[in-house]
């Protein structure tokens, strides 16, 4: 780890200047960051830590939808998000207990990791990703492997997720990391179902609009069954091929609509 | 009714109260005055010609104190090899020199070839980058496949050996034609190649080494993470540096797991004594996750042609094996005994088969060195014997069970030498066999794959039945084998003034429990409280010459040099109370703590004789010396033969291929029990690193010689949610015949008996499923190989 400055503001307004500074990155719970640090992988000059930053921490519900803090941990999503089950669970199975408790929702999201889960949440809920500066909408969001649509020094603040009528996260894990090896997050919303899938693609999470189409119709598990993923584009390593991942995106999304 | 102290008590493991609450010292906690940091600078790649290391950047940072490279360490002694491996052909195997740091070339990525020393850590990281900025590589080819290794002689790990060969092993050559002829007329050959995965051991604590020198005396100290604190000493001082023995203290504190890793003396600990003598500093190494990763031994990695000939009716007439072994870059201290002599000795198993043919090949490569780990060289033996017994089960529609049951050797066959030349004492391997099978329900076992296939899960039964070699090792043995060391062990039990015990011993607990067992069994012994005796082990300094932990040998050597000790100071203590009671020392019987003459109630404490031993005023100092200590080196006149059956159950996942373990029976003969709850341990936890093995560990090397699994993201280590509630037996007990204490090893068995059981269940859920297509797969048997696999 090399040397850095470390700033823990503890309002927004002052993170956003503080991230101004030359170099600076802003640190979630820091469960990529710090490892990244630790093998010197990056040199930022100043951390600016967003855990301090009450406004962003906390889980409430606003009619049908269901408002994450940015800064709030995968723990408190899961015990605290209960109106929306399927993110409840799948914030409850990322990592492990350490992982839950430092790592933070906006953090996961902003770096786009994937084969990270929350993507799949966010993607499939067709939610808002709210900013210091404006709001995104998911669809426009997620722009490739650790690629948003954030600007430098733009903070995810909070998360808004309309919650669906029914959905279930599917998780396939690899079996060192236990990220996503595959990941398939359904949800049937008044606009039709969405279905999206993480870990599987070299350009990260994406929208599998064939099933979607074939579900919202009939949303069963049998209606996908004539359908076939291709693996174009699917992601090959240590831990499977893409035939293998194209497999996966099936067969979990079979078992995510017979969950839902 | 369980006893609850002494031999064969469940006493709880007294040293878990300073590990479960951070209390242990281990190396990295100990922080010294004057303290300097060492940071390795590695290769990143995999071969190449070191062109030039220009040090004087990096000697010029904030902090730097030192800088090392190849060329300060070219005239001290290689890190030797401890066997010495003959060819088929007679000729000695190749030992190419092993450096402090590397020099010339570098051979595989995590080599160390310069190292920094600074102030403080972040210094010495920062001074260690500009250093091997500073250094230009000439990129050679990697040798990392190791039939291509052998089939080109013009790329070289080592330029004075042409063909990369170590050495070609027969065992017994005399054999092998009689071998030959056997297969060539036998009824049923099943062949089957398969490879025996490379793991990285993983110890949680990583390797960490504090060099200290004292220039008023001349002497050295290291402290490290060791499992053998002796053997460290002696390669340290007489090999590699050239210091005398009774310069050098090697302390080895609390040790955060072994497993085999820390048998091995590394460069790191000549290198902090080095740079502590040059600064006359103390110096510090500790190695981060990623160095233990690219540099600590690893483990396995054979790739293996096995032949089985058999009768129609599974009666074996004959294994042959053609093994390539990875030793790596360099020989480590026991590269060259794990694939030989724990290995081909052991491809019998516990069967009563005439013809047996052994042929290892060992192969360097551009890898990390590869040297024992848990089980090292048994668990490639019985991995491959039980895949291949296993196959021809299938090939020939035969019963797996009845298989194992018409070729093991029975208990009147004993004392019974194999055709591979082991001699087994004792053993009784049907009922281990009958045990497991009893445990395991294998009668209902229809009704529970009935009840899987209705939640679309293939259910699958595996058998492993499995011998071991260890209790390590008869020294006659061994040296003409090839061993450069004894490997005797040793204790002093030293009996103070006030009654109460030291016992200085040999073995180095690192996880294992001795300083439990090894006072039950003091106390036992001598009919005093547990919470009376204190083991001591770990320091040169204090304890006697001792071998160490590893290959199962703690209690089968160590803890016998221990009790042949406690029988000196019973010896000792008759002609003590002989003398007091005014008998004659025959008369005196000893008995729960108490020396009395016999048919009299005249008798005196254990306390009191020890007092009587320091405070010599009634005494009989003409012919016996004051003071009660003793010290025993014990070696074994053979090795202890552990044996048992495991049976595994699975569902697998055909959607995903997943597999899931759902029971786990170990039925084991460890011969008499010291501690129940923990061999439990060292059987839970042993499966457990089989299981890991089976399912989930692999070390994958690209072609460009870079780890792929060099962290925890990509290397999978089995977690508590991938194994079952094991089912352990040891009931079954033949005990030791030449061991006064008639005890076996148990800290490998698990992890040697399990994987092939494991495997085995896979295949036969596929089976079971109709996928009978599928003949074997490689471990790991992870989800995407397992549906690959069905899908043909």
Redesign the interface.
Known sequence: ?Y?FDFERPKTIAEAVKALGREDAQALGGGQTLIPTLK??LASPSVLVSLNGIKEMIGVRKEGDTLIIGGATPHAVVAKEAGAYPALAALAGAIGDPAVRNRGTIGGSVANDDPAADYPAAVLASGATVVTNARQIAADDFFQGLFTTALEAGEIITEIRFPIPGKANYQK?QQ???RFA?TGVFVAKTAGGVRVAVTGASEDGVFRWTDAEQALSSNFAAGAIAGLKVSDDGMIGD????PA?RA??VK?LTGRAVSAA | MPKDHGIGASSKRREDIRFLTGQGVYTDDLNLHGQAYAVIVRSTVAHGKIKSINTSNAAGMPGVLAVFTGEDFKDVGGNPAGWLINSRDGTPMREPKRPVLAHGKVRHVGDAYAAVVAETH?QA?DAA?QLAADTEIKDLPAIVDMAAAVADASNRVHDEIPDNLCFDWGWIEDNRAKVDEAIRNAPHVTTLELINNRLVPNAMEPRASIGEYFPGTGDYKLTTTSQNPHLTRLLVAAFVMGIPENKLTVVAPDVGGGFGSKIYHYGEEALVLAAAKKLKRPVRWTAER?ESFLSDAHGRDHVTKIELACEKDGTFIAFRTETLANVGAYLSNFSTATPTFLHGTLMAGPYKVPNVYVNVKTVFTNTAPVDAYRGAGRPEATFSLERVVDKMCRELNLDPFEVRRKNFITTDMFPYTTPVGLPYDTGNYHATLDKAMEIANVSGFEKRRAASAAKGKLRGMGLSTWIEACGIAPSHLVGVLGSRVGLYDAATVRVNATGNISVMVGAHSHGQGHETVFAQIVADKLGIPESSVEIVHGDTSKIPFGMGSYGSRSLAVCGVAMTKAIDKIVAKGKKIAAHMLEAAEEDISFEDGKFAVAGTDKAKTFGEIAFSAYVPHNYPLETLEPGLEETAFYDPNNFTYPAGAYICEVDVDP????VDILSFVCADDFGNIMNPMIVDGQVHGGVGQGIGQA??E?T?YDENGQL??GS??????PRAEDVPFYQVDYSCQTPCTHNPLGVKGCGEAGAIGSPPAVVNAVIDALHRGGHTQVKHIDM?V???RV??AIQG
């Open positions: 780890m040397a093998q010197r396939f079996p060192a990391s090896l240590l831990h499977g091929t293998y497999h996966l067969v | 972040a990281k980058e990623t959607d995903t291929g997943k399912l989930l692999n994958t792929l699994t925890f993201m990509d290397y999978a280590m790991p992870s989800p995407s549906w690959s």
